[in-house]
């Protein structure tokens, strides 16, 4: 996804006297920050970068910059998990979707590191089909 937005970045104090550069939609009214964006940028890139050749990036914004870093195939979309109680957020782990592209997926895997949050959604998956597959047996 492409990183070029059609908003000026603002060098401003909010209406809650923070005082920097505001990176924030018209339609979001988050007082989204060009650190944040810049954070988010850096982080993903380096995450594909590391998951191998094909995997792209995905900022998007709502009330707050986040990322995500889609497969080569679409189907796996890596989530970083934050914890927000300091002014830096300290990464906690990654949950990943298994899914069709461009759908909500209830598929779900976490870990502490993306490959083992991936390892963990196609762990669980397995798990799920196996599970079918003893289900449909001898059906009458
Ligand atoms: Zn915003």
Redesign the pocket.
Known sequence: MSSERSWPVRSTTDSEGRAGDF???PG?????TWEAYQRCVIASEILARELGEGWTTEIH?????FWSVISPCGRLNVCPSYQYLAKSPKLLGYHVSLGVPGHTSSRWGRGKTAKIAITDVLNRTRAEVNELVVLMQGLR
């Open positions: 990176y924030c939609s979001c009214g988050g007082n989204c914004e709502n009330i707050g910059w």
